[in-house]
């Protein structure tokens, strides 16, 4: 299929939902389209990305090159991935047939909360956020190591659901990471929305006396098990994360352990 106006029968055709937006801008010279899902981009973003470019813009050309300067845009060949690119939070721009994907997904919640679960006496009181990249940020400013590396997967046949696994290339061990990626991709469920669903179909043990992994909400927790070699999986939607592995001391311990003296912290 070539990228002209046909693109917008294609896009009918596949996606009937009523927050699909087309809106079709020009600035005298010639006409854009945008495609997005109201309900899930940033409006200001789409303003700010698109509409202002393109008002500076005297050709085609010369409005490529500035969506091409901007690190969230990228050129789009294949029309079959149209459908799921508008399903993560992009908008679709359709003009002199090209076409480019821009990011400009609407955070719904990535402030920090208060601990409620884990809380300490005189430490941090943050907790992650539901938005993995404020999470991620939180943990690199506690842990600010060139050796902490982040790895992208999705689970859920329908739900499609972002994980990171966050680790330390220079401390983890091989065999657990390996090992963890491929209780990852052993997922079978249309749905995954929380850590203690997703710990339970990573487990092939049904039945156990003590669970594999920990489940966390604080990041000064996740900094300091990730000294210690172990891996992190963060959710999208979710301000938790799993630790793994994990073993029968650490369901044990709590952060006042470390931030109290020995007989404060045990009284």
């Known amino acids: 299929m070539k990228l002209n106006k046909d693109i917008e029968c294609y896009i009918g055709d596949q996606i009937k939902s009523r927050d699909l937006e087309r809106q079709s801008l020009t600035n005298g010279h010639f006409e854009v389209d945008i495609y997005f899902f109201k309900s899930l981009c940033d409006?200001?973003?789409?303003?700010?990305?698109?509409?202002?470019?393109?008002?500076?813009?005297?050709?085609?050309e010369e409005f490529a090159k500035k969506l091409n300067s901007v690190l969230s845009c990228k050129r789009l060949d294949d029309v079959d991935q149209i459908q799921s690119k508008l399903l993560q939070g992009k908008a679709l721009i359709n003009f002199d047939s090209q076409l480019w994907a821009l990011t400009v997904a609407d955070t719904i919640n990535n402030k920090p909360a208060q601990a409620t679960i884990e809380t300490t006496v005189q430490g941090p009181s943050l907790t992650l956020a539901e938005n993995r990249m404020a999470s991620i940020n939180l943990i690199r400013q506690?842990?600010?190591?060139?050796?902490?590396?982040?790895?992208?997967?999705?689970?859920?046949?329908?739900?499609?659901?972002?994980l990171s696994i966050l680790?330390?290339?220079?401390?983890?061990?091989?065999?657990?990471?390996?090992?963890?990626?491929?209780?990852?991709d052993r997922i079978n469920a249309d749905i995954v929305q929380s850590h203690?669903?997703?710990?339970?179909?990573?487990?092939?043990?049904?039945?156990?006396?003590?669970?594999?992994?920990?489940?966390?909400?604080?990041?000064?927790?996740?900094a300091l098990n990730l000294a210690q070699g172990k891996v992190i999986v963060l959710m999208e939607g979710s301000p938790y994360a799993l630790?793994?592995?994990a073993v029968f001391f650490d369901f044990m311990a709590?952060?006042?352990?470390?931030?109290?003296?020995?007989?404060?912290?045990?009284?």
């Open 196 to 222: 203690g669903q997703l710990d339970n179909l990573m487990s092939q043990r049904k039945i156990r006396l003590f669970p594999s992994m920990l489940i966390t909400e604080r990041p000064d927790r996740i």
């Open 142 to 162: 506690r842990y600010p190591s060139s050796g902490l590396l982040v790895m992208e997967k999705s689970v859920g046949k329908i739900s499609q659901t972002k």
């Open 243 to 245: 630790i793994a592995p």
């Open 254 to 267: 709590a952060m006042d352990d470390v931030y109290q003296s020995f007989l404060v912290s045990k009284t």
């Open 43 to 60: 409006l200001a973003l789409i303003r700010s990305c698109i509409s202002e470019p393109l008002l500076k813009s005297p050709s085609p």
């Open 167 to 184: 680790y330390d290339e220079q401390l983890v061990k091989e065999r657990v990471l390996q090992e963890l990626l491929q209780q990852i």
